[in-house]
C-alpha cells in the first residue's frame, strides 16, 4: 500500500487481525507496544505527529498517512511503500533508507524479497544505530545479585547451598551479595547479539563503525555464555528497562529481543505482539536530500536541536528552514517537500517567504520528487493592491519549484540506483553557482 492514499476495506481482507491492531491507533500507542518509529523523537519531526495514524477509517475504507515502513502481527504482514516509487517495485523507498540509513549493500534488500526476510535485515542494521545511541549514555549498569562461596563472606548466608556445598564445613560460607554492576542481564542481551550478527557472513562488516563501543560491551561480559541465550533472553522479557532517563537502552533491549528471537525467517508468527518499523516519509526526504546539498547549505535540524535561529531579536520567533544557503552574499532558502508539484502552495508559499524575508534572500526554492518530469516552476512575487488595481510582478524576488526526477521503469534496482545518479546531478546543477564562502564571524 502506498502512504497517503485510500484502500477500501476489501483490500485489507487477508491482513484481519494486523489492520484491526494498528487501524485507528496513534503513533504514540504503537511505539508502547513495540513499533520502532523514525525519527527517533516524533514530537520533534515536522512531516508525522505522535498522534497521527497509520491507517484511519474513512468512507468504508482506510486512508494512509505520511509514514512508509514494514508492520507485522503473527503471520500477516503490511507494507507501507512510497507514492513515488511506483506501485509495484518501490525501488524509491528502498534507495531513500538506503542513502539516509546507511544499509550496507552486503545485505539483500530486493523489494521482491520475503517481506520477514526485509523486516528482520533492517532490525540488523538498526542494531548498530541503537547502540552507538544508546552508548552515549556510558554502559549500562544496575544492581544485581552474585553469588560467592569462599572464605571471605560478605553479604546473606544461602544456608541450602552452604550445607549443599560445604559439608563437611572447609572454611567456605555460601553467600549472595547485591552489587552494582556492568555486567547485567541487559549487556548480556547487548553481547549475545553482537555475537549474532557477528557470526552472519557480513556481520563485521555490518559492526565496522561501532568497533569501540563492541570493544566496551565485550570487557564489561566477562560472565559471558554462548549456550546461556534463551534464559538471558528470558530475564530480559521480565526485566525490561523503564527508567526515562535509559530510555535508549529501552529501544536498544527491544530491537535486541526481536533479532535474537528471530526463528525460521520469520518474527512473531503464533505470537499476538505488533512489530514493526516506520519512517516519515517527509523526514527521510529531506536527510536524503541533505547528502546531495551539505556542501552548498546548511542543515538546521529540530530533531535534534541543532541550527536554532530566531525571527525577532529577543529570542523570539524560534525557527529551523530546511536548507540555508551557505553564501551569505547572496543568501538562497530551500525547503523540501515530500509532495507533488501541484501540492505545494498555500501554508507552504507563508512558510518560505517569510525565511526568505528574515534572512534577506531573493530566492527560495521547493525541493520535491518528481515523477512525472514536469520541470521547474518559478513564480515571481507581486507587489501592489488589488484596490489600488496596481499589482505588477515583481522582478527581484522569486521562489522555485525544483523537482528531482524520480526514475520509472526500471528492471531492477541496480538499474533505478544508476538512473537516480543521473538524475541527481542534474538535480544539483542548478546550485553550484552558489558560492560555499563561510558566513563572517559575529563581532562578539
Same mark, same amino acid.
Given at each position: 500500500?502506498?502512504?497517503?492514499?485510500?484502500?477500501k476495506?476489501?483490500?485489507?481482507s $487477508?491482513?484481519?487481525?494486523?489492520?484491526?491492531?494498528?487501524?485507528?491507533?496513534?503513533?504514540?500507542?504503537?511505539?508502547? $507496544?513495540?513499533?520502532?518509529v523514525?525519527?527517533?523523537?516524533?514530537?520533534?519531526?515536522?512531516?508525522?505527529?505522535?498522534?497521527?495514524?497509520?491507517?484511519?477509517?474513512?468512507?468504508?475504507?482506510?486512508?494512509?498517512?505520511?509514514? *512508509?515502513?514494514?508492520?507485522?502481527?503473527?503471520?500477516?504482514?503490511? %507494507?507501507?511503500?512510497? !507514492?513515488?516509487?511506483g506501485?509495484?517495485?518501490?525501488f524509491? #523507498?528502498?534507495?531513500?533508507? +538506503?542513502?539516509v540509513?546507511?544499509?550496507?549493500?552486503?545485505v539483500?534488500?530486493d523489494?521482491? =524479497?520475503?517481506?520477514?526476510?526485509?523486516?528482520?535485515?533492517? /532490525?540488523?542494521f538498526?542494531?548498530? !544505530?541503537?547502540?552507538?545511541?544508546a552508548?552515549?549514555?556510558? /554502559?549500562?549498569?544496575?544492581?544485581?545479585?552474585?553469588?560467592?562461596?569462599d572464605?571471605?563472606?560478605?553479604?546473606?548466608?544461602?544456608?541450602?547451598?552452604?550445607? $549443599?556445598?560445604?559439608?563437611?564445613f572447609?572454611?567456605?560460607?555460601?553467600?549472595? !551479595?547485591?552489587?552494582?554492576?556492568?555486567?547485567?542481564?541487559?549487556?548480556?542481551?547487548?553481547?549475545?547479539?553482537?555475537?549474532?550478527?557477528?557470526g552472519?557472513?557480513?556481520?563485521h562488516?555490518?559492526?565496522?563503525?561501532?568497533k569501540?563501543?563492541?570493544?566496551l560491551?565485550?570487557?564489561? %561480559?566477562?560472565?559471558?555464555e @554462548?549456550?546461556?541465550?534463551?534464559?538471558?533472553?528470558?530475564?530480559?522479557?521480565?526485566?525490561?528497562?523503564?527508567?526515562?532517563?535509559?530510555?535508549?537502552?529501552?529501544?536498544?533491549?527491544?530491537?535486541?529481543l526481536?533479532i535474537?528471537?528471530?526463528?525460521?525467517e520469520?518474527?512473531?508468527?503464533?505470537?499476538?505482539?505488533?512489530?514493526?518499523?516506520? #519512517?516519515?516519509?517527509?523526514? /527521510?526526504?529531506?536527510?536524503?536530500?541533505n547528502?546531495?546539498?551539505?556542501?552548498v #547549505?546548511?542543515h538546521?535540524?529540530?530533531?535534534?536541536?541543532?541550527?536554532?535561529?530566531?525571527?525577532?531579536?529577543g529570542?523570539?520567533?524560534?525557527?529551523?528552514?530546511?536548507?540555508?544557503?551557505?553564501?551569505?552574499?547572496?543568501?538562497?532558502?530551500? +525547503? =523540501?517537500?515530500?509532495?507533488?508539484?501541484?501540492?505545494?502552495?498555500?501554508?507552504?508559499?507563508?512558510?518560505?517567504?517569510?525565511?526568505?524575508?528574515?534572512?534577506?534572500?531573493?530566492?527560495?526554492?521547493?525541493?520535491? @520528487?518528481?515523477?512525472?518530469?514536469?520541470?521547474?516552476l518559478? /513564480?515571481?512575487?507581486n507587489?501592489?493592491?488589488?484596490y489600488?488595481? +496596481?499589482?505588477?510582478?515583481?522582478?527581484?524576488i522569486?521562489?522555485?519549484?525544483?523537482g528531482?526526477?524520480? @526514475?520509472?521503469?526500471?528492471?531492477?534496482?541496480?538499474?533505478?540506483?544508476?538512473? *537516480?545518479?543521473?538524475?541527481?546531478?542534474?538535480f %544539483?546543477?542548478?546550485?553550484?553557482?552558489?558560492?560555499?564562502?563561510?558566513?563572517?564571524?559575529?563581532?562578539?
Amino acid at each position: 500500500m502506498p502512504d497517503n492514499s485510500y484502500r477500501k476495506q476489501e483490500a485489507f481482507s $487477508e491482513i484481519p487481525h494486523l489492520t484491526d491492531k494498528i487501524a485507528d491507533k496513534t503513533l504514540k500507542q504503537l511505539e508502547r $507496544e513495540g513499533i520502532f518509529v523514525f525519527p527517533e523523537n516524533v514530537e520533534d519531526a515536522e512531516g508525522i505527529t505522535r498522534e497521527q495514524m497509520i491507517l484511519q477509517s474513512a468512507n468504508g475504507g482506510y486512508k494512509s498517512s505520511n509514514v *512508509m515502513g514494514y508492520l507485522g502481527y503473527g503471520d500477516e504482514r503490511l %507494507t507501507i511503500v512510497s !507514492r513515488f516509487g511506483g506501485q509495484e517495485d518501490d525501488f524509491f #523507498f528502498q534507495y531513500l533508507l +538506503d542513502t539516509v540509513m546507511n544499509v550496507p549493500n552486503l545485505v539483500n534488500l530486493d523489494t521482491d =524479497a520475503d517481506q520477514d526476510k526485509q523486516l528482520f535485515n533492517f /532490525l540488523l542494521f538498526l542494531f548498530p !544505530r541503537f547502540l552507538k545511541t544508546a552508548m552515549r549514555k556510558g /554502559l549500562f549498569k544496575q544492581y544485581i545479585w552474585r553469588s560467592y562461596n569462599d572464605g571471605h563472606a560478605n553479604g546473606s548466608i544461602d544456608v541450602a547451598r552452604h550445607i $549443599e556445598k560445604n559439608t563437611p564445613f572447609t572454611g567456605r560460607v555460601a553467600y549472595s !551479595r547485591r552489587e552494582f554492576s556492568y555486567d547485567n542481564c541487559l549487556s548480556e542481551l547487548v553481547r549475545h547479539t553482537i555475537e549474532y550478527i557477528q557470526g552472519k557472513p557480513y556481520g563485521h562488516r555490518l559492526m565496522a563503525g561501532i568497533k569501540d563501543e563492541v570493544r566496551l560491551v565485550r570487557e564489561a %561480559t566477562a560472565g559471558y555464555e @554462548p549456550y546461556a541465550r534463551g534464559r538471558i533472553i528470558e530475564q530480559n522479557k521480565k526485566n525490561t528497562v523503564r527508567h526515562a532517563y535509559f530510555h535508549e537502552y529501552r529501544a536498544l533491549q527491544r530491537l535486541c529481543l526481536l533479532i535474537l528471537q528471530y526463528r525460521n525467517e520469520q518474527i512473531g508468527v503464533d505470537s499476538n505482539q505488533i512489530y514493526g518499523i516506520l #519512517f516519515d516519509g517527509a523526514w /527521510l526526504w529531506e536527510e536524503y536530500l541533505n547528502t546531495l546539498l551539505e556542501d552548498v #547549505f546548511y542543515h538546521p535540524m529540530n530533531k535534534a536541536g541543532k541550527g536554532a535561529q530566531r525571527l525577532f531579536s529577543g529570542h523570539s520567533g524560534l525557527i529551523y528552514p530546511d536548507f540555508i544557503s551557505r553564501d551569505y552574499t547572496r543568501r538562497v532558502i530551500a +525547503d =523540501a517537500k515530500y509532495k507533488a508539484q501541484r501540492a505545494i502552495g498555500n501554508k507552504d508559499y507563508l512558510q518560505v517567504l517569510a525565511y526568505m524575508f528574515r534572512f534577506d534572500a531573493q530566492t527560495g526554492y521547493y525541493l520535491y @520528487p518528481d515523477v512525472e518530469g514536469t520541470g521547474d516552476l518559478q /513564480l515571481w512575487l507581486n507587489r501592489g493592491s488589488t484596490y489600488e488595481s +496596481d499589482v505588477i510582478r515583481r522582478d527581484d524576488i522569486s521562489v522555485i519549484k525544483h523537482g528531482l526526477r524520480i @526514475p520509472t521503469g526500471a528492471a531492477d534496482y541496480a538499474q533505478f540506483v544508476r538512473m *537516480m545518479k543521473v538524475h541527481e546531478d542534474e538535480f %544539483t546543477k542548478v546550485f553550484s553557482e552558489i558560492s560555499t564562502s563561510p558566513a563572517p564571524r559575529s563581532a562578539s
